[in-house]
Nanobody, 115 residues
Framework: QVQLVESGGGLVQPGGSLRLSCAAS????????MGWYRQAPGKQRELVAR???????NYGDVEKGRFTVSRDNAKNTVYLGMNNLKPEDTAVYYC?????????WGQGTQVTVSS
């Protein structure tokens, strides 16, 4: 079955950086687009970034240049690099893929940006 396991979240000071990882299993990773979403308290889940199987990327309504999505098909892992983090980036970050019209989600990893 599809499994997505995020890691790499934590508490970071404003201006800091983090790299999130999502390890995928249960499907042919290289054949599917992968996405990162986030959900802040009291807000709807929103797209941060998506990477397609050919490596093409697109980003949601986030400040361009601070987020970078990448994938390593040999490791079945997708990454989200985050720089110059701000308090408004505080959220639970989720990994996502879609197979057969069904959304699959990881359990999420908490990112807290605070001094």
């Amino acid at each position: 079955q599809v499994q997505l396991v995020e890691s790499g979240g934590g508490l970071v000071q404003p201006g800091g950086s983090l790299r999130l990882s999502c390890a995928a299993s249960g499907f042919t990773f290289s054949s599917y687009a992968m996405g990162w979403y986030r959900q802040a308290p009291g807000k709807q889940r929103e797209l941060v970034a998506r990477i397609f199987r050919g490596g093409i990327t697109n980003y949601g309504d986030v400040e361009k240049g601070r987020f970078t999505v990448s994938r390593d098909n040999a490791k079945n892992t997708v990454y989200l690099g985050m720089n110059n983090l701000k308090p408004e980036d505080t959220a639970v970050y989720y990994c996502n893929t879609v197979r057969g019209g069904v959304d699959y989600w990881g359990q999420g990893t908490q990112v807290t940006v605070s001094s």
